[in-house]
């Protein structure tokens, strides 16, 4: 159980899809799932209909009220919570009508696996509504899933976003793009990783990242709790000096490149698909939390999330325990640090600062 924060509160939008800070679009529905709602207004039938990108379930439910039997997931925890609430499950399996938004802002490879998975659950001769912004190369990926479906047509435009309407008359599988496997070099090791497509700083380590790991004291022996884990460069590296790691992270694929990443360095460790802390015992408690927190929900800055992490890491500190945060300098979070016991800045260097809290 979560403690009453604004975070958590759930609120219900106009045909009873939910969305709270964490979900793309919040507090409305985003723009390319509103374009999807008008596209779908009049869609009835009578088939298996799947959402790929539900969010809060806007178009699931619309789909439901048209006749169709609903299916519905998504890449993000917080979105799977709507989901659960809204008894919207997905078991795998074809459907005649798919929708998908692109995850533009995940990079090409991302897209790309999008599309390879729409096609794997769309039934043939089936119907992908595809969603996306124009200005995030929209027409380029509608044109390459349209050889990889066989045809289609855009149908609906609206504020810089498509949507487009294919339909599958072909049998030949894409190709899937594949995780990328790489090294990175940090406090005297090599660590070797995994990142799925579209993982935050796949194939390198992230700048930020570098700066936190070069300046954290040994870790062997403790209890270190990572939240926004990615394909798990803090957590893993860690990991391999001996710490006992946890790694919370809310995007599926990065959930799986942080298993992967453990299993390449012969590890051990608890990777948790949650929205912040929301799937850690509320009384885990820990020597270290360590964050790299993300400023970006969808394509807006948006806090909410960072600060969430920084109330998480009060929830989960034993005593004694330590925050080590790093972001980009002007990120405000030296006022909900200090909240938690002594903050100290560690180092202002290449455009990113190291926080340090210890609680008192
Ligand atoms: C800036 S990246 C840092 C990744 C990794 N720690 C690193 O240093 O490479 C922030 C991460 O937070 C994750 N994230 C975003 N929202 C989240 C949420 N609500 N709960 C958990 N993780 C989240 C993102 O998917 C992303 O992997």
Redesign the pocket.
Known sequence: MNPPHSYWSWRTLANGALTKP?IAGYPHVEPAQELLLEATQDLTGAGRALDLSARGGAVALRLRENGWAVAATDEG??SLAALHKLELTDAGGQAELVCLMLSAERGNARVQAQIAQAWSRTALSGVLLLAGDKDKGFERYFKQAVQIFGGGEIVQRGNGYRVARLVKTKLEPPVTPEAQHFIISARGRSVRCSAQPGV??SGKL?AA?AVMLEHLPNASGKRVL??????G??GVTLALEGATVTM????AL?VQSCVETLALNGLIGSVLH???DAKLPANARFDWVVM???FHVGRDLKLE?ALEFIAAAGRHLGAGGEVWLVANHFLPYEAPLAELGVLNVVTLERGFKLLHVTRV
Request: aromatic share 8%; proline share 7%; glycine share 12%.
């Open positions: 964490g925890a917080a935050f700083a992230d990242s990572d939240i926004g884990a990615g394909y460069a803090l919370l992270e809310s995007d990065s949650s929205d912040v790299n927190p993300p999330v």
